[in-house]
């Protein structure tokens, strides 16, 4: 049975203040390609906790829906999201609108640890590099693809397989 979110978040607002970690799944792909639909995110409350740049939080559109996007921007009142495949940002943002922070994220048989310094420091830089992160990742898709077509055809000699037939 699927749950819709706006159901769940006030228990889910409950045990985050209660101090317990919660595991929803992510619908959509506004966070691709860290979070495909589906992903397994385990938050946990920010309560005592600083929010900072390249966090990814859980928060209460003022106009009801939540979403579970990066933070980008923020100041000493409010804070702007932004889903890592997305061009623009969202916000304003109180922080009383934040239910809890991604701290581990599964997909499939990987699994993220979002406290580690390696990928704090990742979500740092894709934060700070917005919206031209998502401009860097539709390059590397589409040269892929071209490099894909060159290659299938005969166009391109592939210097691995060059290796392989020596």
Avoid: C
């Avoid at 699927?2 to 595991?23: E, W």
């Avoid at 100041?75 to 922070?101: C, H, T, V």
């Amino acid at each position: 049975m699927i749950v819709p979110i706006n159901t769940l978040a006030p228990l889910i607002t409950d045990l985050l203040g209660s101090g317990i970690r919660v595991r929803i799944s992510a619908p959509g792909s506004s966070m691709w390609p860290l979070l495909r639909h589906g992903a397994i995110v385990e938050l946990e409350s920010t309560a005592g906790q600083q929010i900072t740049i390249g966090d990814i939080v859980l928060a209460r559109r003022s106009n009801g829906p939540y979403v579970l996007h990066r933070v980008i921007s923020h100041n000493d009142r409010f804070f702007y999201l932004a889903g890592d495949a997305q061009g623009q940002s969202e916000g304003p943002f109180e922080e009383e609108a934040i239910l809890g922070k991604a701290v581990i994220l599964q997909s499939g048989n990987s699994t993220v640890y979002l406290k580690n310094f390696h990928w704090r420091f990742w979500g740092w830089i894709w934060a700070r590099t917005f919206p031209f992160g998502q401009v860097f990742l539709q390059t590397l898709h589409s040269l892929k693809k071209s490099s894909n077509f060159f290659y299938s055809r005969g166009l391109f000699t592939n210097p691995a397989r060059k290796l392989k037939d020596n």
